[in-house]
């Protein structure tokens, strides 16, 4: 393998067939943790193939996605958004009207049935902003599992709301102080539960990251989202979309969200990475823009790191996004070309929270936002009769605080 | 003599070690000793240092495997200790290195700070923040265990470089594997990479003369053991428990089994890690592991410098009397019954 990027290999056109058994998306995925861990992964992919197998699993989430998330979720039409670029249709794929206010509930439950079939009943996860760890403790709430939830200090401390929701559903919150006290501590405090309790417990990790069966599962769960906005734009357009746009951290909406249209090659794709303040390390968390090929978490995928090998520190104005890694496909689908991915800053998602809040009335979350501005300048590019699907993956009401802060207002 | 035949040629860089086994040694299969071994002191250089070149790790037969040998024939276990490199610094890395060999450390592990370590528990963790929050580098590394393994220094029992893979890949494998080797260490430890991705590394581990060892988990089932143990060289590390490294109370019942089994699946020396740190853990391992290793607890005196202010001698003398005391442990040999 090569350690620098040197110059890419000629882009093979991705398939919509991975990854293999080993992991693979192309070169990416696969399986970097500690040999404890290698038996649970075993036991979850054998299990997750079950369940793939068994229409009884499938009828089971699908009740669950329509009468407690309240899916599918409308692909909604924004005049007033669409006016305001001056360009293509701009339609809204809502995720954030799930329940629990994102998408990341379409995961959790997936991983609960899961946890329930394979007869663990204890649940962890890892949390940035505290978005799955709410949708975790909230599927495990519901179907009476034991819920740990791992949470950097410092976001504890900022995510104020989210760890008083979590708690009040029965779910432990524990505060990782170690490292740099945010999500990929999190997910190493996470992991090492995990190295200890693997007997009893299920990991639900919250994105499209970490060892293989991880990713693929993760994405499967998440496809709902590009499963649905594929059959409504046939139903309410009569066609496919040109172009879907959505906001990628560690990847799992915009890998939903893509997934199904990978293989319609009119469809172009394009993810909003966190530009933050600028393109040096540290003040971004654009890793598909900026980073390397390398190891973390896991899997081998596109990551910020430094020539040791040392994970980067990374910003983001939204915490969901605030993630050195992304996942393996992504990085398949960035070097394969299917999938292009532009950095958003700050700025430009800030601007599009308020535009969108005063032009249709929906308060997005600082990660969609992201989504939003690359969308309004794809949609103004373009000609009226084509089509931009935004995916929104969760609302905004979490977010009001920082932003309420970094316009110097209070609340 | 088939004892000195393990040695060859690196008799005389051993030659202290070789002089600690013979005085404390009843087996009555002790080499003769050469006429400088019992005069090398620390910090002295030792006489022959012209055998600089022959000592470079490059033979079918490494020094690990030496190590084992030697040590099996005594029915001895190793001793093992783990030290993270550049915690609080270099300098006092390099001095814990001399002051383990001189409480008589059979192989040292040298953990390389990583900052997203999955397998390490809480102590170890915090040793790798604190070296990295000093801005130590793969190369600081590599330059400071090559100037104190020089020919001319004070020679240092095996050393084996623990990594994370992200390390690793960084530099490229093939060139982090020839820079290990030509600072003289002799195997790598590489906890996040399982066996099933490890061909290519293990490829060039060979190639530079290195040995890449390999982990088995107490979850790892027997087909996978049996597939691990054919990947592997050097020693096999066997994981006491499932979990991150850290000290504990006592070692799980279980583990005999499968350190049983294991014996009757390959001839390659088991040690124990994960949990280790006190001597009596060390007599329960006699007659099942072939040696033990220790971090957290040796760590932990480590972390008092930079934690509790205390002073870099009295840590390094702490770490120091806790591994004369495992040393002491592993080296005794069975009662005869």
Known sequence: MNASLGNPPAPSPASSHVPDAQGRFGEFGRRFVPETLMPALEQLAAEYDRARQDPAFHA???????????????????????????????????????????????????????????????????????????????????????????????????????????????????????????????????????????????????????????????????????????????????????????????????????????????????????????????????????????????????????????????????????????????????DSGRVRYTPVSDDEALAAFSLLARLEGILPALESSHAVALAMKAAANRAPEDVVVICLSGRGDKDVYEVARVLGQTI | MKWRGCWGKRFDRRSRFCRTRRVSGQTGKAPPATPQSGTIKMGEKPPSCSLGKQLVVNTARSSITDVFSRLQSQRRMAFMPFITAGDPNLDVTVRLLRALAASDADLIEIGFPYSDPIADGPVIQASYTRALDKKITVPAIFAAIRAATQPAAAPLPPLVAMTAYSIIFRRGAARFVEQARDAGFSGLIVPDLPADEARELAAQARQAGLDLIQLIAPTTPPERAARIVGAASGFLYCISVAGTTGVRRELPRALRDQLQWLKTQTSLPLAVGFGVSRPEQVDDLRGLADGVIVGSALVHHIAAITDQQVAVDAAIAGAAKLATEMAAAAHQQPVAT
């Open chain 1, 60 to 334: 089971e989430l699908a009740d669950l996605f329509k009468y407690y998330v309240g899916r599918p979720s409308p692909l909604y039409f924004a005049q007033r958004l669409t006016a305001h670029c001056g360009g293509a249709q701009v339609y809204i794929k809502r995720e954030d009207l799930n329940h629990t206010g994102a998408h990341k509930i379409n995961n959790t439950l997936g991983q609960t049935l899961l946890t329930l079939r394979m007869g663990k009943p204890r649940v962890i996860a890892e949390t940035g902003a505290g978005q799955h760890g709410v949708a975790t403790a909230t599927a495990c709430a519901r179907f009476g599992l034991n819920c740990v939830v791992y949470m950097g200090e410092e976001d504890i401390r900022r995510q104020k709301l989210n760890v008083f929701i979590m708690r009040t559903m029965g779910a432990e919150v524990r505060p990782v102080t170690s490292g740099s006290r945010t999500l990929r501590d999190a997910i190493n405090e996470a992991m090492r539960d995990w190295m200890g309790s693997v007997d009893n417990t299920h990991y639900i990790i919250g994105s499209v990251v970490g060892p293989h069966p991880f990713p693929m599962i993760v994405r499967d769960f998440q496809s709902i989202i590009g499963r649905e906005t594929r059959e409504q734009c046939l139903a309410q357009l009569g066609r496919l979309p040109d172009e879907v746009v959505a906001c990628v951290g560690g990847g799992s909406n915009s890998a939903g969200m893509f997934y199904p249209f990978i293989d319609d090659r009119g469809v172009a794709l394009s993810g909003a990475e966190p530009g933050g303040r600028g393109t040096q390390p540290g003040e971004h968390a654009a890793t598909l823009s900026f980073g390397v090929k390398g190891v973390l978490h896991g899997s081998y995928s596109y990551v910020l790191q430094d020539a040791d090998g040392q994970t980067r520190d990374v910003h983001s104005v939204s915490a969901g996004l605030d993630y050195p890694g992304v996942g393996p496909e992504h990085s398949y689908w960035k």
